[in-house]
């Protein structure tokens, strides 16, 4: 309910309580969707839809049969709500990879979403699969081909870890074992600070169709790094009030980013600096300043080294009741960096353990041949191994071979 969860923070950025129930039909600009019946089955001031049958975490029967009986009726709700919009910018696409109906019926989605609003930036927040709270044996196929069918529709996608949040709610909040709650509330605030721009008319915003223009050199590169800062519990905000240039250098540590990945074992393409709250470009560029003095990041060399900045003087909102705290201050930052290669590497060679043994092959493609073009079991071994560097190498491979960027051997 990450969708859910991210509209509570911005409700709250406006003074309303959360799920407030005085509104009218449709004055929400959500729409929900899941094809079990029992995840959305709540009262919820929400446009949404819920199936008689789920995917069963199942790519090809999110997109290529479930899927496909609940397209059309999606999209009329798209309808409905884009129409009560004022000026439509885009579309906020909350999915997980690693689900029948996060992976194949958000593809389909977008596919058909391109083709009515081809113009309009679709911006994707995906959840990456992770050991600690996976719930399918098949996550990696399913990532795989979500990655592989949006590729083409998605403007820009932020990636969220599942393990690296997870180590963050250890780490910075002392919660031994993590919910779904805790690890969306964190992801909230960073959806929080990238759509505060819309929400707010302060100096040195940036728009939504800013963050494609700034973030991706190439169509296919757009897979930017999310880092928040700071991220502390309650009871340690009285004692960590932290400064701008403080909040800013956390942003380039490891343990702080949305995806388990080292940006010192690669090269920076760009940098966006959000910030929220009691901050002043003076401060903001003597951080940025202390950033490039120390030489603590590198930019790849046909990129110049320019950091983005958006400050909006609304301070971030937390859940009454959380362990996040209120800070005066706090920077989220978005980076296309070639170190997010790593993820890529991990769940591919998740992916090659699995079929080298052709395991859970026969769930993508019993009956649904002509949907996902795998091959049969009576298939030659060549005829294979071709559809599966087609299908499954890893999409910054692909990005690579079609933009001729030296993108997942870059070396610091």
Same mark, same amino acid.
């Given at each position: 309910?990450?969708?859910?969860?991210?509209?509570?923070?911005?409700?709250?950025?406006?003074?309303?309580?959360?799920?407030?129930?005085?509104?009218?039909?449709?004055?929400?600009?959500?729409?929900?969707?899941?094809?079990?019946?029992?995840?959305?089955?709540?009262?919820?001031? +929400? #446009? *949404?839809? !819920? =199936?008689?049958?789920? $995917?069963?975490?199942?790519?090809? /029967?999110?997109?290529?049969?479930? @899927? %496909?009986?609940?397209?059309?009726?999606?999209?009329?709700?798209?309808?409905?709500?884009?129409?009560?919009?004022?000026?439509?910018?885009?579309?906020?696409?909350?999915?997980? +990879? #690693? *689900?029948? !109906? =996060?992976?194949?019926? $958000?593809?389909?989605?977008?596919? /058909?979403?391109?083709?009515?609003? @081809? %113009?309009?930036?679709?911006?994707?927040?995906?959840?990456?699969?992770?050991?600690?709270?996976?719930?399918?044996?098949?996550?990696?196929?399913?990532?795989?081909?979500?990655?592989?069918?949006?590729?083409?529709?998605?403007?820009? $996608?932020?990636?969220?870890?599942?393990?690296?949040?997870?180590?963050?709610? %250890?780490?910075?909040?002392?919660?031994?074992?993590?919910?779904?709650?805790?690890?969306?509330?964190?992801?909230?605030?960073?959806?929080?600070?990238?759509?505060?721009?819309?929400?707010?008319?302060?100096?040195?915003?940036?728009?939504?169709?800013?963050?494609?223009?700034?973030?991706?050199?190439?169509?296919?590169?757009?897979?930017?790094?999310?880092?928040?800062?700071?991220?502390?519990?309650?009871?340690?905000?009285?004692?960590?009030?932290?400064?701008?240039?403080?909040?800013?250098?956390?942003?380039?540590?490891?343990?702080?980013?949305?995806?388990?990945?080292?940006?010192?074992?690669?090269?920076?393409?760009?940098?966006?600096?959000?910030?929220?709250?009691?901050?002043?470009?003076?401060?903001?560029?003597?951080?940025?300043?202390?950033?490039?003095?120390?030489?603590?990041?590198?930019?790849?060399?046909?990129?110049?080294?320019?950091?983005?900045?958006?400050?909006?003087?609304?301070?971030?909102?937390?859940?009454?009741?959380?362990?996040?705290?209120?800070?005066?201050?706090?920077?989220?930052?978005?980076?296309?960096?070639?170190?997010?290669?790593?993820?890529?590497?991990?769940?591919?060679?998740?992916?090659?353990?699995?079929?080298?043994?052709?395991?859970?092959?026969?769930?993508?493609?019993?009956?649904?041949?002509?949907?996902?073009?795998?091959?049969?079991?009576?298939?030659?071994?060549?005829?294979?191994?071709?559809?599966?560097?087609?299908?499954?190498?890893?999409?910054?491979?692909?990005?690579?071979?079609?933009?001729?960027?030296?993108?997942?051997?870059?070396?610091?």
């Amino acid at each position: 309910m990450l969708g859910l969860l991210d509209h509570d923070v911005g409700l709250l950025d406006h003074g309303v309580g959360p799920l407030d129930h005085d509104v009218g039909p449709l004055d929400h600009d959500v729409g929900l969707l899941d094809h079990d019946v029992g995840l959305l089955d709540h009262d919820l001031p +929400f #446009a *949404g839809l !819920t =199936g008689k049958e789920d $995917a069963a975490n199942n790519y090809a /029967r999110g997109h290529c049969t479930i @899927g %496909k009986e609940y397209a059309d009726s999606v999209l009329d709700l798209v309808r409905k709500l884009s129409d009560n919009c004022s000026g439509l910018q885009g579309f906020l696409i909350f999915h997980n +990879f #690693a *689900g029948g !109906t =996060g992976s194949g019926f $958000a593809s389909l989605l977008m596919e /058909r979403l391109s083709v009515d609003y @081809g %113009k309009k930036s679709k911006m994707e927040f995906a959840v990456y699969p992770a050991p600690q709270v996976s719930t399918s044996v098949v996550e990696p196929y399913n990532s795989i081909l979500t990655t592989h069918t949006t590729l083409e529709h998605s403007d820009c $996608a932020f990636m969220v870890d599942n393990e690296a949040i997870y180590d963050i709610c %250890k780490r910075n909040l002392d919660i031994e074992s993590p919910s779904y709650i805790n690890l969306n509330r964190i992801i909230s605030q960073i959806v929080s600070s990238i759509t505060a721009s819309l929400r707010f008319d302060e100096a040195l915003n940036v728009d939504l169709n800013e963050f494609q223009t700034n973030l991706v050199p190439y169509p296919r590169i757009h897979f930017p790094l999310a880092t928040y800062a700071p991220i502390i519990s309650a009871e340690k905000a009285y004692n960590e009030q932290l400064g701008v240039g403080e909040i800013t250098t956390a942003c380039f540590e490891p343990q702080n980013q949305m995806v388990k990945c080292d940006p010192r074992n690669g090269k920076y393409m760009a940098v966006c600096l959000l910030y929220r709250g009691d901050v002043v470009p003076k401060d903001v560029n003597k951080a940025i300043g202390t950033i490039k003095t120390k030489r603590l990041i590198q930019f790849v060399d046909w990129c110049p080294t320019v950091f983005k900045v958006g400050i909006n003087y609304q301070p971030p909102t937390v859940i009454p009741g959380g362990v996040l705290a209120k800070v005066q201050r706090a920077v989220c930052m978005l980076s296309n960096t070639t170190a997010i290669a790593e993820a890529w590497a991990r769940l591919d060679h998740k992916f090659d353990l699995m079929y080298a043994r052709r395991a859970f092959v026969h769930w993508q493609s019993e009956g649904r041949v002509s949907c996902l073009d795998i091959p049969p079991p009576n298939t030659t071994g060549s005829q294979r191994d071709g559809w599966h560097v087609y299908t499954f190498r890893p999409l910054i491979l692909q990005a690579v071979r079609g933009t001729g960027v030296m993108f997942t051997h870059s070396a610091p």
